[in-house]
Nanobody, 121 residues
Framework: QVQLVESGGGLVQAGGSLRLSCVASGSIFSINAMGWYRQAPGKQRELVASITSGSSTNYADSVKGRFTISRDNAKNTVYLQMNSLKPEDTAVYYC???????????????WGQGTQVTVSS
């Protein structure tokens, strides 16, 4: 139905930047919210940032002022620009979207496979 593919993760030094991208594909009628979660070893998955179809954004307190989420509705793509990275940002980052594949179907959440972000001190 809906597939999400992330890219842009990697290894970076503290203070550096990375840009994550996530493309949604498949049978998509409409997408509501898109965003990013992350999960560090031994910790629960947490919301990093989200953005609605109208471009309203929400950020975790820990990333405010450093991360910026954006989306291209025409390309069904969401981005996460991460600046001033810290070692505590190290985690697997998961893209998600809330979408439906038919006008009469309910919205469901879909997830990507995750991309590793490692910040060295």
């Amino acid at each position: 139905q809906v597939q999400l593919v992330e890219s842009g993760g990697g290894l970076v030094q503290a203070g550096g930047s990375l840009r994550l991208s996530c493309v949604a594909s498949g049978s998509i009628f409409s997408i509501n919210a898109m965003g990013w979660y992350r999960q560090a070893p031994g910790k629960q998955r947490e919301l990093v940032a989200s953005i609605t179809s109208g471009s309203s954004t929400n950020y975790a307190d820990s990333v405010k002022g450093r991360f910026t989420i954006s989306r291209d509705n025409a390309k069904n793509t969401v981005y996460l620009q991460m600046n001033s990275l810290k070692p505590e940002d190290t985690a697997v980052y998961y893209c998600y979207c809330n979408a439906r594949y038919k006008s009469y179907r309910p919205f469901n959440d879909y997830w990507g496979q995750g991309t590793q972000v490692t910040v060295s001190s």
